[in-house]
């Protein structure tokens, strides 16, 4: 079944402990991105990968890292959690051959992230 | 900052009425998309129209694109009560190549059965 697997569902910590959401999707997709949902912001988009080693900033990757070894993960690391990171956070992959625009998007269940 | 901004913030409607939601952007486009979340869970890729269309249906679902006045709308017909989510439009910003999809803040719609 084509999907985007993310891990840990939920997830609790405390402040300034290191922690990584996993992502992997098994669709061979090029692009690859983190979102993060607050109530009234919508989503925001944190960190986005076209491909293996090409990772770009998005709107909020203040406290955020990833990185893009295989084509398939793409983890979220943060290194100090701060409390202004909790928030609900998505993984979304699409298909991006060369010449196109945006295809859709495929999303993860998401990880619900408190930081205490 | 926010490309995509959904109208109504919240929307309910009985069940066989029609639901209708708008978007409105700020710069040009390649295709606008819509997605539909269901409580706390990942988004769902609903309908893509470019911006060189002007409609598309898909089911139950139309979408109508004006890139003059930069807004599109989604029309959902004899809505369910399962149609009960919060939905939201998606821009790319028009570049060649664009990498970046932007997000609007939902409208969250509730069909009363």
């Known amino acids: 079944e084509a999907q985007v697997t993310q891990n840990p569902r939920y997830l609790i910590t405390v402040t300034g402990k290191k922690l990584t959401v996993t992502c992997s999707q098994n669709m061979n997709h090029e692009y690859m991105s983190w979102y993060r949902q607050d109530p009234g912001l919508g989503l925001r988009q944190i960190y986005y990968s076209m491909n293996v080693e090409v990772t770009d900033k998005g709107d909020v990757p203040e406290g955020y890292k990833v990185s893009r070894k295989e084509k398939r993960n793409f983890p979220l690391i943060l290194e100090s959690p701060s409390p202004n990171q909790t928030s609900l956070y998505f993984c979304?992959?699409?298909?991006?051959?060369?010449?196109?625009?945006?295809?859709?998007?495929?999303f993860g269940s998401g990880t619900q992230l408190s930081v205490l | 900052s926010q490309q995509g901004e959904e109208d109504p913030q919240a929307l309910s409607i009985q069940e066989g009425e029609n639901a209708t939601m708008n978007c409105s952007y700020k710069?040009?486009?390649?295709?606008l998309q819509w997605y539909r979340q269901n409580s706390g869970r990942g988004l769902v890729h609903l309908i893509l129209?470019?911006?060189?269309?002007r409609e598309k249906h898909s089911g139950r679902l139309r979408v109508t694109l004006d890139t003059s006045k930069k807004s599109s709308s989604l029309l959902i017909t004899a809505s369910r009560a399962a149609d009960t989510a919060s939905y939201f439009c998606a821009t790319d910003n028009g570049l060649y190549r664009n990498e970046k999809l932007t997000f609007g803040t939902g409208t969250r719609l509730t069909i009363i059965p």
């Open positions: 979304a992959s699409s298909f991006y051959p060369w010449g196109a625009t945006n295809e859709k998007l495929f």
């Open positions: 129209i470019r911006s060189n269309e």
């Open positions: 710069t040009s486009i390649n295709n």
